[in-house]
């Protein structure tokens, strides 16, 4: 293919979806080289074979995929490692998104109650240590109940943000540095809607205890265990 059938980087900048800072730093990075760069004016021309590839970078980086995963995706031999890149990127997503929900919450907060914290006046609960048997199916049983981000630098599901009061851990047992219980662990949580919250958690594979009842003495409660055996209490906020 002659210079003058390839297409100026203008040009396949427009066909591509791409702008002409991103096509540089493309080149540079070695994702999307050009066909051809004039050795006296640096200027890039590239092939309209190159446009599919262009246009899958351009869809891509659009979902936010990192260019290291980018590369991995357009460079597979297969569509398995292709795929496998997005299931990760589907759950680092989710996972932003819990984050963010969680921040809308509070600056909800904030707005109606002010952004003053006050002064914790007793002792609290703020962690309870659990073990589980198979970590994968705990965090989408939290995350998708309770909405919960599973921090991996503390090994901890975190509710709320430090230092407001519904900030709590619960931390997974990790051998050695974090021993666990000897057996399940049984917590307590308060919770918006307790019969929604309970249906949520049978639905992520919960086991019922106890059913939502109301009784004299306490707010609405039920209580169900957790995929690896654990008792969480649920009670009305």
Same mark, same amino acid.
């Given at each position: 293919?002659?210079?003058?059938?390839?297409?100026?980087?203008? *040009?396949?900048?427009?066909?591509?979806?791409?702008?002409? /800072?991103? $096509?540089?730093?493309?080149? #540079?990075?070695?994702?999307?080289?050009?066909? /051809?760069?004039?050795?006296?004016?640096?200027?890039?021309?590239?092939?309209?074979?190159? $446009?599919?590839?262009?246009?899958?970078? *351009?869809?891509?980086?659009?979902? @936010?995929?990192? $260019? @290291?995963?980018?590369?991995?995706?357009?460079? &597979?031999?297969?569509?398995?490692?292709?795929? &496998?890149?997005?299931?990760?990127?589907?759950?680092?997503?989710?996972? !932003?998104?819990?984050?963010?929900?969680?921040?809308?919450?509070?600056? @909800?907060? %904030?707005? #109606? %109650?002010?952004?003053?914290?006050?002064?914790?006046?007793?002792? !609290?609960?703020?962690?309870?240590?659990?073990?589980?048997? @198979?970590?994968?199916?705990?965090? &989408?049983? %939290?995350?998708?109940?309770?909405?919960?981000?599973?921090? #991996?630098?503390?090994?901890?599901?975190?509710?709320?943000?430090?230092?407001?009061?519904?900030?709590?851990?619960?931390?997974?047992?990790?051998?050695?540095?974090?021993?666990?219980?000897?057996?399940?662990?049984?917590?307590?949580?308060?919770?918006?809607?307790?019969?929604?919250?309970?249906?949520?958690?049978?639905?992520?594979? &919960?086991?019922?205890?106890?059913?939502?009842?109301?009784?004299?003495?306490?707010?609405?409660?039920?209580?169900?265990?957790?995929?690896? *055996?654990? /008792?969480?209490?649920?009670?009305?906020?």
């Amino acid at each position: 293919m002659s210079n003058s059938d390839l297409l100026g980087i203008g *040009g396949f900048a427009l066909l591509s979806g791409l702008s002409l /800072h991103a $096509l540089r730093h493309y080149d #540079e990075v070695g994702l999307l080289r050009p066909a /051809h760069v004039d050795p006296a004016t640096g200027y890039r021309r590239y092939r309209p074979g190159q $446009l599919r590839r262009a246009r899958l970078i *351009g869809a891509l980086r659009r979902i @936010d995929l990192p $260019l @290291d995963a980018v590369r991995q995706v357009v460079d &597979a031999t297969g569509p398995a490692a292709g795929e &496998a890149v997005l299931v990760r990127h589907r759950q680092e997503l989710r996972e !932003r998104a819990h984050a963010l929900s969680r921040m809308v919450r509070t600056v @909800d907060h %904030y707005i #109606e %109650y002010g952004v003053d914290m006050p002064q914790p006046t007793s002792p !609290r609960i703020a962690q309870v240590t659990i073990n589980v048997s @198979d970590l994968e199916q705990t965090r &989408a049983f %939290y995350e998708s109940v309770f909405e919960a981000t599973f921090n #991996e630098e503390i090994h901890s599901f975190q509710f709320g943000t430090w230092p407001s009061e519904e900030f709590f851990l619960l931390t997974v047992a990790h051998q050695p540095d974090h021993p666990g219980p000897a057996g399940p662990s049984r917590f307590g949580l308060l919770v918006a809607d307790v019969d929604a919250t309970h249906r949520r958690a049978l639905d992520a594979g &919960a086991t019922e205890v106890e059913p939502p009842v109301d009784r004299p003495w306490k707010p609405r409660s039920s209580c169900v265990t957790d995929p690896s *055996g654990n /008792h969480i209490d649920l009670f009305q906020h």
